[in-house]
Structures are given as structure tokens and as C-alpha cells.
């Protein structure tokens, strides 16, 4: 097959074939060095620069992910999303490496698809609705140690709401692992997350070493969640228990076969760094974005005090378009060759969806440059909106998400005035995984 493509800049490396039926995208001629530094440094502006020059189709060689076709259409997102397991694997590397092999960012296939459907009820349906009243209480302890009068970050007391509901969702209440577990996440966190986006290197920095603090930490992680999971299992109410440790404990596959102890760990950590850091940033993202659009943010307070929520829900649908905490999902490619659109992309190559370039893309949202919560007012987001990516690999936990958005943004407009500002928006700053405001959303 003979792959076309739309005229390309004389600087494009041609379409490439690396086998009799193999068909890339063009992309920049630059050494990978020169493209990996522009990928580390700049991410958002350097795919931004390369999709305005090649398209929304291009390949890079860059750190960490090796060989990869970045698209940015939502046909071929769609296209890349729904195809089978044995073709197109989860990306690599991924958050597994960090997480652990029991964390479901390590798992494939079967394994994937059992984890899954064990994973999916406690974080969908009647069972949310219960856990409302839990991120209103952690919601209102937070709030109430809230300066008055004066300007504060909001970055780091989402972090801790959303940390704090997670743990009590997880384990269904207070003790001494519990606090353990609440001192050392946000660091945890905070190492994983650099790690997560940095090459392994084949020498140690000795204490100053990264993967040494983390795994210190991870130490006595694995040794909390140890005494947690024998106090549940000898737990003589463990069945009347709603908690995920309980579910977990409790579970069988179809098999008949239960979970480790190892993989409940690793899982139970993979909520836990999953389940807060994202929320919580898109969270700070809000305060952001509503005190520069004053409009928007009068509309919310009015809704508030009326009792409604469809133009509240709009408005974080907006906030997760237009600043996505994560701007990269992907798969790798395990079949000779895979076929996208008119790409044939061969074995060991990595497909990066870029998340941020659809969401700007004015081909897909009209004058994506404005903060416009009415786009979504009654309309549901199109197949381009992906802020939890997509497929069977899509965030387990987004309606969880967002039902906690929705309860404290509520809360936050009801009881507190948020001050408008006519100073210049924050820039993206990463974290590692996820892309915050740049002063913590002040």
C-alpha cells in the first residue's frame, strides 16, 4: 500500500518504509537529542510546532518512548482506542514500572480486562452517590483551616481533599496506617510523578538518587498496606464493609482465583496516586480559569444558589478541555504491522495521542482559545474531548472524578468568594505526569 499524504515542508523526512509494507509519517529531520530536549523541555510547544509544520500525523524519536507516531485527528485516535489488546498494547513505558506488576497500568489482555471488571462497581453507579457526603466533609475540614482575606494557593489543599477522600474510599476510615499512608503519598507522589517522565540510566546517584527515595518510600508503603490488609482480613465485619480494601480482599476472579496481597498493594497505589493528583489538579486548573472569566464565574455562583449543576458540569467539562492535566495517551504497537488510517506502523513503536492538540484544535472546537463553558451545555463532548483518554484503557475512575469535581466546586462557590483577576493566566507547569498551574492556581 502507498501511503499519500498532504504536500510536506522540504525539511520533513520522507514517508518512511521499514519493511516490505511498512508506511510512516513524516516528521523533522532534527538528531533525536535535538528532538527529545524540545520533548522534555517545551512538550506542549514542541508537538504544537511539529503538527503545525508536518500535520496531525508525524513520527519523532524521542527519550523514554523510543520510536513514535504522534497523531492528533480523532478518527485515528478512535481507530488506535478500539484496536484489540494483541495488536496494540498499553503504551511503553507506562506508570506500571512505577505502580508495580500488580497495578493495572502493568497488566494486558486478560489480566487487564479481569482487573477491570473487579475494579469498575465501587467506581460507578449507586455506589458514588454514597461517597458524595464524604467529599463534602473532607471538602469542609479543609476549608476550615482556609486563611480569611487573604490570597493562598489552591494547588496543594486540593491535593489534600482529594488525597483524603480517596484514602477513606479506599479503606472506609481513620487509624494509624491511615496516617502514615496520608505523610508519605504526597511525596510518593511527587518522586514517582519525576521518575514516571524521566529514561532510566544505568548508574546510581547514590543518595541523591531519585529511584532511592522512592523506593525508601514505597518501603514503607508496602509495609502499611501489609498491616491493612491482615486487619481487614481477620476483620469479623469484613462483609458488611463498602471500602475498595474490602471489595479487593474479598474478590475472586472468574477463575476462582483472588488477588495477592502484592497486587492488592500495587493497586491500592495506583488509586491512590491516581485517584487524587489528577482531580485535584483539574481542580486548581478551575480556581484559575474562573477567577479570569468573570462572567463565568457569576453564572456558577447564581446556578449555586438556585440549586442547579448542568451549567457547573459544563464548566468542568471546559476546564478539562482546555487545560487537560494530561496531554499524552498511547499504546504500543505488538503486531508486525499496524494498520491507521493509511500508516502501516511497525512492531516496537509507540502511538502517542496528543491530547492537548485535539483540544485546541479549532477543527474540532470553535475558538478553542476561549474558556466557553455553553459549548458542552447541553451537548455531550465529541469523540476529540479526551482528558481520560479512551478505549479499554480509558481512567476507570472519571465518573468517580467527576462526581468529586462537581461536589467541590459546588461547595467551594456556595461558601466562599472567589476574587476575579485581570492578571495574566498561569502558565502550564509539569509535574511530571501531569501539567499544573505554574503558582499553584493563587
Request: proline share 7%; glycine share 8%.
Amino acid at each position: 500500500m502507498v501511503a499519500t499524504q498532504p504536500t510536506r515542508p522540504s525539511d520533513a523526512e520522507p514517508i518512511t518504509s521499514t519493511g516490505p509494507s511498512a508506511a510512516l509519517p513524516p516528521g523533522p529531520r532534527l538528531p533525536a537529542v535535538v528532538q527529545g530536549l524540545g520533548f522534555v523541555a517545551r512538550r506542549r510547544q514542541t508537538l504544537a510546532a511539529f503538527a503545525e509544520r508536518y500535520g496531525p500525523v508525524f513520527t519523532l524519536r524521542i527519550p523514554l518512548f523510543g520510536k513514535v507516531v504522534v497523531i492528533a485527528d480523532p478518527t485515528l485516535a478512535k481507530q488506535l482506542f478500539t484496536t484489540p489488546t494483541d495488536q496494540a498494547a498499553n503504551v511503553r513505558p507506562n506508570l506500571g514500572r512505577i505502580l508495580g506488576d500488580g497495578s493495572m497500568f502493568a497488566l494486558e489482555g486478560t489480566d487487564h480486562r479481569s482487573r477491570r471488571k473487579l475494579l469498575t462497581p465501587p467506581l460507578h453507579g449507586r455506589r458514588i452517590k454514597q461517597y458524595e457526603s464524604v467529599v463534602a466533609e473532607e471538602f469542609a475540614a479543609e476549608a476550615r483551616t482556609w486563611p480569611m482575606g487573604t490570597e493562598f494557593a489552591t494547588l496543594e489543599p486540593m491535593m489534600r481533599v482529594t488525597l483524603n477522600v480517596i484514602l477513606r474510599t479506599v479503606f472506609g476510615a481513620d487509624g494509624r496506617e491511615l496516617d502514615t499512608l496520608r505523610d508519605i503519598i504526597p511525596p510518593l507522589v511527587t518522586v514517582g510523578s519525576r521518575l514516571a517522565s524521566t529514561p532510566d540510566i544505568p548508574l546510581s546517584l547514590g543518595r541523591f538518587d531519585p529511584r532511592r527515595t522512592f523506593a525508601g518510600r514505597r518501603q514503607i508503603y508496602d509495609d502499611t498496606l501489609a498491616a491493612l490488609i491482615a486487619k481487614a482480613r481477620e476483620d469479623p465485619r469484613l462483609e458488611e464493609r463498602d471500602d475498595i480494601l474490602a471489595l479487593m480482599v474479598q474478590s475472586t476472579y472468574d477463575d476462582g482465583s483472588s488477588m495477592t496481597d502484592a497486587d492488592i498493594a500495587d493497586e491500592l497505589l495506583t488509586l491512590l496516586v491516581a485517584g487524587h493528583e489528577t482531580t485535584a489538579t483539574t481542580l486548581a486548573w478551575a480556581v484559575e480559569r474562573l477567577q479570569r472569566n468573570p462572567d463565568v464565574l457569576r453564572a456558577l455562583v447564581d446556578e449555586v444558589d438556585h440549586g442547579g449543576s448542568e451549567f457547573r458540569m459544563a464548566t468542568i467539562l471546559e476546564i478539562q478541555r482546555s487545560r487537560p492535566v494530561i496531554d499524552l495517551a498511547g499504546r504500543h504497537v505488538v503486531t508486525d504491522l499496524l494498520e491507521l488510517g493509511p500508516w502501516r506502523i511497525p512492531r516496537g513503536y509507540n502511538v502517542l495521542v496528543a491530547i492537548s492538540l485535539l483540544h485546541d484544535d479549532s477543527r474540532q472546537f470553535a475558538e478553542p482559545e476561549r474558556f466557553d463553558p455553553h459549548r458542552f451545555v447541553g451537548n455531550t463532548p465529541g469523540q476529540a474531548w479526551l482528558p481520560f483518554g479512551g478505549g479499554t484503557r480509558r481512567c476507570i475512575g472519571a465518573a468517580f472524578a467527576h462526581m468529586e469535581m462537581d461536589v467541590v466546586l459546588r461547595d467551594l462557590l456556595r461558601d466562599f468568594t472567589i476574587e476575579p483577576t485581570s492578571t495574566k493566566g498561569e502558565a502550564w507547569h509539569s509535574r511530571g505526569v501531569a501539567y499544573a498551574p505554574a503558582a499553584g492556581a493563587a
